[in-house]
């Protein structure tokens, strides 16, 4: 009895260590993005594309994108909002920005990618995100008429709204099932 209560707190206490250390020494402990959701954000910035996840451009993007005159034109769209929804959205999304969530490993990496001096508008354009799809051919991206562009990561990427993960084992490309033995 004494032994298996022994062990018991012997467990507890190492996986304690373990996410201790993990947030003493800062690696990441998460795999994808933090998954964070909200109900305004999501009617705001959700009809067009899915609801990007906050972790996937640094703040400083975040607060640029956000600006009245940036919306005015976004990607050729008009995306205004209205001056209260439009700071509840700035304050949610720079609070928890890349640069932010140092705890979720995707975060990490796209942060690291991106230049100091540089404030990237579109997470397809950080080098990290460039380069993880580099090798993905046209015919399964842009003149794939199911998923039109890199920027629909959710039609790719199966966990990417349920659970804020882009992991390459939970991938399905429309019309290319068998995407992983076309692509060298
Ligand atoms: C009226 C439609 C519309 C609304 C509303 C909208 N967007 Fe977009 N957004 C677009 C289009 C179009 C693109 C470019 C997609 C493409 O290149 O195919 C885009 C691109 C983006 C990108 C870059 C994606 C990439 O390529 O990496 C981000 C980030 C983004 N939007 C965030 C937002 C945020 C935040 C809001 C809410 C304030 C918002 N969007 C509201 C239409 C919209
Ligand atoms: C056309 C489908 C498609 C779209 C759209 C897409 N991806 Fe991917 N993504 C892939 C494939 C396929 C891979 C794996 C590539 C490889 O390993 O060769 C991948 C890999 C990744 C990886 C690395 C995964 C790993 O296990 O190393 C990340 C992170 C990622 N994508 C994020 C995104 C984000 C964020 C978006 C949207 C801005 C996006 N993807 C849009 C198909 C897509």
Same mark, same amino acid.
């Given at each position: 009895?004494?032994k298996k ?7 507890v206490?190492?996986q ?22 909200d109900?305004?954000? &999501? ?15 640094p703040s ?7 600006r ?7 990607f050729? &769209?008009?995306?205004?909002?209205? &001056? ?16 932010k969530t140092?705890?979720?490993?995707r975060?990490?990496k796209?942060?690291q990618?991106?230049?100091?001096n ?23 991206i842009?003149?794939?008429?199911k ?10 990427h ?22 992983d033995?076309?692509?060298?």
């Open positions: 009895m004494l209560i022994f062990a018991l707190l012997l467990l206490f190492l304690s260590s373990w996410a201790f250390a993990h947030d003493i020494f800062g690696f990441p402990r998460h795999r994808g993005v933090e998954p964070l959701v109900k305004k954000y &999501e009617s705001s910035c959700g009809e067009c594309h899915f609801a990007y996840q906050p972790g996937l451009l400083r993007s975040w607060a640029k994108m956000m009245p005159e940036q919306l005015e034109d976004h050729g &769209e008009n995306a205004e909002l209205a &001056e209260k929804e439009r700071l509840y959205i700035l304050k949610f999304l720079t609070e928890n920005g890349a640069d140092w705890h979720y490993k975060s990490v796209i942060n990618s991106i230049p100091e540089v404030t990237p508008l579109r997470i397809t354009e950080t080098p990290y995100i460039k380069k993880k799809h580099m090798e993905i051919p046209r015919r399964m842009q003149d794939n008429k998923v039109r562009g890199l920027s629909y990561c959710n039609k790719c199966t966990e990417a709204v349920s659970k804020g993960q882009f992991s390459r084992t939970n991938v399905d490309i429309p019309n290319f099932r068998n995407w033995d076309l692509i060298d």
